[in-house]
């Protein structure tokens, strides 16, 4: 017996008329490159997206064809991540931070058709533009520069169209949008969301129980744009007809800081090493900004120290400790206490809140090692598995999926974990950095939280060095607070409080800056290279 | 270019592994015929609900076949309406407050294979049982009473179970309920909601700014889980593990203020005649009961009087103003200020918040009257139609079809509606309920409610009485508080306030209590068969 419901499409079109018809009013406030604030609401946004649907269809653009952006997070680009799959493109959002030899290889390999691109960002496409080949590049004016003669003008494009533009009919299951993952072996590998998915994930992301976004909430996403759809928040926010607030090229803590107290967000999201140097600003001038009472941050992209989630508390700030990965649009897990928990001892419940917590609705995790896979223990370890409605099923032509997906349906995640009795799941390391010593494992991960949880400590990253009789050992790498000096000796004490002496750091070096992937995470790949050379003979 | 996700079909599995998996501890309370309390928790009812689902694979239960129910709101309800569909059954609850020749046609219509029937609610089945024919029933003993010996208890063939069943693949598109709308005209009609279609609407009731249920609520659906799923609860409390409260056979006020103090409920659903109840009690003995501080009801069914909501709110409880359908799964407009409303004036808040709200993503909404679509002025008057992933698409094996579903796919509600530039809709009345006067209409549901707002009064009901030269003309039939009294000439000058003069109503018949629906509504065809005869030579 079928059930006999209308055959409505999950597409993204509904949540785009919703915005334009029901929140009119509704602000959503961009900083430009002069760091002025450029203001404009739903109802001027849904025409301009709806303009520049009509203009990529009257421009030739088939179902399914990509569109590629080079921009920061601003209006534009929220028009464009509508514009675009609602006219039944698919958005391609670049990553301008790797190196322009990936560039390249990413647009050329996605086969994208037109490029839009903030005049800021022209450097970058000078760079890859002898290795690529656009049918079209549309540039935007942010700050004012004159267009170079060999562009269009995305704006003189945007009035081509028309705002009363009928969408066309879309399937949910084609695709709205794709992202590359940033990966650090082997060429970057394309995960192709459907709008299906796009839509399942923005009700998941409006659960109070996950993210909550909501109407009243004043939104900052500090997750760049072309990091995986910025967590999918430009569709919460506009479905949920929250205030958007992009803060453009400036992703700093004072500049955020700033936009916090003056548009009074209630929601940001972003890496912990962003919001590190946010809680440093706050520690050193407590006093300076006002914040709203309702803050909360979703924090994700990296495991979040409990030092961290302890600072924040301090200063009222809820951090959401969230965990996903660019084939799972993103979100798998957040760690938000059960009811049950509410009676723990408060060490207890910080302990938890580090988790990478539970699975949200839909999504499904198990983990498994070579003895199959794992009991809820909290302490047998092995590497998670995860499935749902909105995780890939294959990467975008490419033949390097066999070893991703298992047989039974599962995609690996490339994250060892424990998972705890009550479904906690807590990342131990990413199988490629956990450290194997006299043949049992060391996570980097609880090493480098630990860390950073030492007075002295504003950064740590631990990676293995080779060792002849241990195969691997870990050496830390740490940048200490301004003015502190640290020894070794200190150190390992400190973390001999909680830690096996076998996995205390052979070595430590003191630096002044730990290098970053172009989404904000520690180099690790990076540090192994700078540093594998001075203890090869170790 | 097809998106390339995982096909991980959208059924009520997931929902029910994740809420035995990770919410093992969480409670379910079950007011009994005796009105003691009983108690257990997700673990006990996963396996119980897994056992179900086996045991009626194990009986021989065929994809898409009919299980149907004769229950009050209790745990095994609730075990039903996981295990049948689970089973890849289809769940039919009956309305047992139905006359006995109207059951038998709808078990018969809907070719009901076995039936799960609370020991109270035999005498119902005595009833129906020369008409229909089951081909197994099974008792729930929850009165402790003996089963009698033709039929089988539910314990018993629950025992028959395995509850490490591995449930059997599903798809989206099956159904797992039905439902018979009680509709006053024609036989009733069946409306089968698939999988789908109920997962999307339990993502839509999580929604901050639907209903925003959570982990964290204590939920008390007071409405019969026979009434359209009980608007979808027991399907959204088991997703997001909230605690559940089920009243049982006992739905009065003095009962559910009692369940409402001693588990601390803060979520709580309804029709407006049972919250009238409770208001009245809240009003007269106002420190009896302690109730939580964040007790939020939701009411539909009928549009709540703004004295209500104005009533509640003296109480510190939050009424939640929403409207559906049986053929919506119900969920379509929530009606929640939007933040450009914080500023305006008390009392349009109220009026705002009386009205019905605004749509919840994905569905979508429009009035037509015989003009076209109507502009959306707040004034003029239309028929509201509607669409979206959990709305009908026909009704199940019937001819009665052909006047609902407009040709380009559109839902005719059969509800009279004004709609205002901000998109908030507001009943007029229902088609048939409308009074038409001298070639105007005029609203009895506007009329009623402002009555209700009248200290003296406690309900009221307007309905039409023909006219020879009006056609019809309003006529109030009024219950009066306690002791008082009251005349037409008061009334009517309280209404001209508010109303044009050819709006009031002709007479006023005072009574002790106005018939209801079996589902809680004012019955106006009986209120016009009482009056009519009355009135007939008028």
Known sequence: MDGRMMDFPLTLIPILKRAGTLFPKREIVTRLP???????????????????????????????QRVATLM?????????????????????TLNFRLH????????????????????TLLPVLERISPNVNFERIFVVSLSDLEVPSKFENYEDFLESGDKNFSFPNINENDACGICYTSGTTGKPKGVVYSHRAMVLHTFCSGLVDTIGLQHRDVLMPVVPMFHVNAWGLPYSGIMMGSKLVLPGPFMDAKNLLELCESEQITLAAGVPTIWMEILQALESEPQKWTLSKNLRTIIGGSAVPESMIRGFDRHDITIIHAWGMT?????????????????????????LRAKQGIPVPFVEV???NDKGVIKW????????????????????????????????????????VVIDKEGYVKIADRTKDLIKSGGEWISSVDLENALMGHESILEAAVIAVPHPKWTE?????????????????????????????????DAYEFTDKIPRTS????????????????YKNY
Chains 1, 2 share one sequence.
């Open 34 to 64: 002069d760091k002025s604030l450029h203001r404009y609401n739903y109802n001027k946004f849904y025409s301009r997206a709806a303009k520049l649907a009509s203009a990529l269809k009257s421009a030739g653009l088939e179902r399914g």
């Open 72 to 92: 920061w997070n601003s209006y534009v680009h929220l028009e464009v991540y509508f514009g675009v799959p609602c006219a039944g493109g698919v958005l391609h």
């Open 100 to 119: 322009e030899n990936d560039i390249a290889y990413i647009v050329n390999h996605a086969k994208d058709r037109f490029l839009i691109v903030d005049d």
């Open 327 to 351: 084939e799972m649009t993103p979100i798998g897990t957040v760690s938000r206490l059960k009811v049950e928990m509410d009676c723990l001892d408060i060490n207890r419940k910080y302990e």
């Open 366 to 368: 198990r983990a498994v």
């Open 377 to 416: 223990d909290g302490k047998t370890v092995g590497e998670l598995q995860v499935r749902g409605p909105w995780v890939a099923a294959d990467y975008f032509d490419s033949d390097q999926t066999n070893d991703k997906w298992t047989e039974d349906g599962w995609f690996c995640t490339g994250d060892v």
């Open 473 to 505: 050992r870990p050496l830390a790498i740490v940048v200490l607070t301004k003015g502190a000096t640290q020894t070794k000796e200190v150190l390992n004490n400190y973390l001999s409080q909680r830690f096996a002496k076998w996995w205390l750091p």
């Open 519 to 534: 989404t904000g995470k520690f180099f690790k790949t990076k540090l192994r290279d700078i540093y594998s050379h001075k």
